[in-house]
C-alpha cells in the first residue's frame, strides 16, 4: 500500500521564513506492508464489532461503580474516597486492536 503525505520540512520553512512568503508542503509517498485485514478492507466490521462489545463493557463497568457510590452514600458512609473513571470512547478498540 503506498501512502502519499503532504509535510513541512524544516529546510523549506527555514527557506520560507528568509523569503517571507508561505512554506510550500512537500509530497511524501510512503510504501508499508499490510497485514491486518481490518486495517487493508474498509468493509470489515471486525474492529467495529469488538468496539462495540468493548463499549458495552465499559458502560456496564461505570453502571457497577456508580450503584457503587449510590450504596455508600444511602448508608452515610464517608464517599469522598470515591473515583469514577470515566469510559473510555469507542474509537479506543480501533487503537488497542
Request: with cysteine; aromatic share 6%.
Amino acid at each position: 500500500m503506498t501512502i502519499v503525505d503532504l509535510r513541512y520540512s524544516a529546510a523549506c520553512l527555514r527557506e520560507a521564513e528568509r523569503a517571507g512568503h508561505r512554506a510550500r508542503p512537500a509530497l511524501v509517498r510512503r510504501r508499508v506492508d499490510v497485514y491486518s485485514w481490518a486495517r487493508a478492507d474498509r468493509r470489515d466490521r471486525s474492529v467495529a464489532e469488538w468496539a462495540k462489545v468493548e463499549e458495552r463493557r465499559a458502560r456496564q463497568r461505570l453502571r457497577l461503580r456508580l450503584e457503587a457510590i449510590r450504596q455508600r452514600a444511602n448508608a452515610t458512609e464517608a464517599v469522598d474516597d470515591l473515583e469514577v473513571r470515566p469510559a473510555r470512547h469507542r474509537r479506543n478498540a480501533i487503537w488497542l486492536y
